[in-house]
T-cell receptor, first 108, second 115 residues
Framework: DAKTTQPTSMDCAEGRAANLPCNHSTISGNEYVYWYRQIHSQGPQYIIHGLKNNETNEMASLIITEDRKSSTLILPHATLRDTAVYYCIVRSRDKIIFGKGTRLHILP | DTAVSQTPKYLVTQMGNDKSIKCEQNLGHDTMYWYKQDSKKFLKIMFSYNNKELIINETVPNRFSPKSPDKAHLNLHINSLELGDSAVYFC??????????????FGEGSRLTVL
């Protein structure tokens, strides 16, 4: 079963930062937080992952709280092409289990 | 070149038939997966193979039989298809799962419709 909780849906204006929250209060010390997204009719796409420190790449930033019980994915300048379902995942040793994700709508 | 490729992309068939979906990855990864995404859009892991060895087998009917001829290929064969098997099936690959890091690379999916 998924070990994360995310809002069902969110809206964000085009050009603004999209902040997607995720709760993972039962995360273990050696489990990573991963984010994927799925654009309509496509396969899921890796975005970013982290353990304790905040991470940034060309797609997004990941902010993990000090107690590691929650995290936030930040898309700094959302575009219409960022409309997708975003999955926050706590990775156990052998498998990645997807939850229900957050459906992000980017509004023009 | 496509990293993870699945064929066919679309498959429409009658109940009771047997069908296969093929998957190939050219990333040199050790591990491959099959996920099922149903009409409610939940993505559920079905199987995982590491170097041709089955390492994950979730509660999947034994009508589903994965086959891995080599570590670059993981095919999914489904016997006696049922209406509830209609879904999009995604293949994925990653480096060895025996560690907590490593992203999954997904194929574009195979949409199976059982009539």
């Amino acid at each position: 079963d998924a070990k994360t909780t995310q809002p069902t849906s969110m809206d964000c204006a085009e050009g603004r930062a999209a902040n997607l929250p995720c709760n993972h209060s039962t995360i273990s010390g050696n489990e990573y937080v991963y984010w994927y997204r799925q654009i309509h009719s496509q396969g899921p796409q890796y975005i970013i992952h982290g353990l304790k420190n905040n991470e940034t790449n060309e797609m997004a930033s990941l902010i993990i709280t000090e107690d590691r019980k929650s995290s936030t994915l930040i898309l700094p300048h959302a575009t219409l092409r960022d409309t997708a379902v975003y999955y926050c995942i706590v990775r156990s040793r052998d498998k990645i289990i997807f939850g229900k994700g957050t459906r992000l709508h980017i509004l023009p | 070149d496509t990293a993870v490729s699945q064929t066919p992309k679309y498959l429409v068939t009658q109940m009771g038939n047997d069908k296969s979906i093929k998957c190939e990855q050219n990333l040199g990864h050790d591990t491959m997966y099959w996920y099922k995404q149903d009409s409610k859009k939940f993505l559920k892991i079905m199987f995982s193979y590491n170097n041709k060895e089955l390492i994950i087998n979730e509660t999947v009917p034994n009508r589903f039989s994965p086959k891995s001829p080599d570590k670059a290929h993981l095919n999914l064969h489904i016997n006696s298809l049922e209406l509830g098997d209609s879904a999009v099936y995604f293949c994925a690959s990653s480096q060895s799962p025996r560690m907590n890091t490593g992203e999954l690379f997904f194929g574009e999916g195979s949409r199976l419709t059982v009539l």
